[in-house]
């Protein structure tokens, strides 16, 4: 079960009025197949487009479990992956459906795992209560960042502790990584930093590169492209692979579709971040980041709340690990 209520929109009249002004402002971005074709399309063919054909009975059903308008568009176009563009309009974009693709019904949450990810904003954690209260079958512990100016890197104030006293209770972890490399060798220097500092730890879950944007010029990755992100990308994972941590990529459906390469990207699992009712990205990941305002005991701040399709720890998928474990 999710740890917010599902917000029901009794006004569809007025929803679908919204939606038509949204709809006009979206943009359709035709998959990319071959030369050809892509000739043929610059030459004037206009590409194929989604249909929509839904009756106000079907509209009321997803209105009703849907948290806002965006998860609506969700819902609507399923064979595409729906994210903002420039203002208040979206871009559908068509699933590559020769990609690994997700393969879990995320609005049935009775077989994955419930975990949290902390830093050092959630304080001392109590993680004897966090582990009694069942909330954490896993949890990631932010071990650093690299300075979004200086580019220096730095370890987060309560790892050691957390790292301790979780896996002294019982709990799984994982660690993630703010990154702010700009190309590949910083992202080697990355992930060796990350490995020396969590050596003496059984980490069992993945270690994750965690994508933050840019806010102004004044960050040093301001105007990354999406080949030097890839880049920077590939080498993170590479290393951590080669000294046997299994590489994740964190992210939002931005980052994922416009700040790397999908497909060069596709081979490595991903922690996807959206506050919906329940998550809408058709390309294969494993957690999923629901709310960052959960509420757990032993944590006396909010807390991100994460379910996985997948337990790390054991290699096989989350239900078939809760069975076992019965």
């Known amino acids: 079960m999710t740890v917010f209520k599902r917000v029901k929109i009794t006004a569809v009249l007025a929803l679908c009025m919204a939606m038509v002004l949204v709809l006009g402002a979206c943009s359709i971005l035709p998959k990319q197949e071959n030369t050809a074709e892509n000739t043929e399309n610059e030459a004037g063919e206009v590409p194929e487009e989604p249909m929509l054909n839904i009756k106000v009975s079907e509209l009321q059903e997803l209105a009703s479990k849907s948290s ?3 998860e609506m568009m969700c819902y609507l176009f399923p064979d595409h992956v ?3 563009s420039s203002g208040t309009g979206f871009t559908l974009e068509p699933i590559n459906k020769d990609l690994p693709l997700n393969r879990y019904d995320w609005e049935d949450l009775d077989g994955a795992l419930k975990g949290i990810d902390v830093s050092a904003y959630q304080g001392k954690i109590d993680w004897a209560a966090v582990a009694a209260s069942g909330d954490a079958n896993f949890a990631f512990l932010r ?3 690299r300075g979004w100016g200086t ?4 370890q987060d104030d309560r790892v050691a502790y957390n790292a301790q006293n979780a896996l002294a209770n019982g709990v799984p972890i994982g660690v993630y990584f703010v990154t702010k490399a700009v190309n590949a060798a910083e992202a080697k220097e990355e992930a ?3 490995i ?3 050596k003496d730890y059984k980490v069992t879950w993945p270690v994750v590169m965690d994508f933050e944007g840019a806010a102004d010029d004044r960050d040093r990755t301001w105007g990354m492209t999406s080949d030097t992100r890839t880049e920077v990308i590939i080498s993170f ?5 080669a000294a046997g941590y299994t590489p994740m990529l964190y992210g939002g459906v931005g980052t994922f579709m416009t700040k790397m390469d999908v497909e060069k990207t596709s081979v490595y699992s991903k922690w996807f ?5 329940a998550p809408h990205f058709g390309y294969a990941f494993q957690i999923w980041q629901a709310t960052d305002s959960g509420s757990v005991s032993g944590i006396s701040v909010n807390v991100d709340i994460d379910y996985s399709m997948y337990d790390f720890g054991r290699g096989m998928d989350a239900a078939d690990s809760k069975k076992a474990a019965q």
């Open 143 to 145: 071990v650093g960042y």
């Open 237 to 241: 994972c590479e290393t951590l692979s």
């Open 151 to 154: 580019g220096t890197m730095v």
């Open 68 to 70: 806002g308008l965006w």
């Open 196 to 198: 020396d500092k969590i």
């Open 192 to 194: 060796e930093w990350i």
């Open 273 to 277: 971040a959206q506050y919906f009712n």
């Open 82 to 84: 729906v994210h903002r």
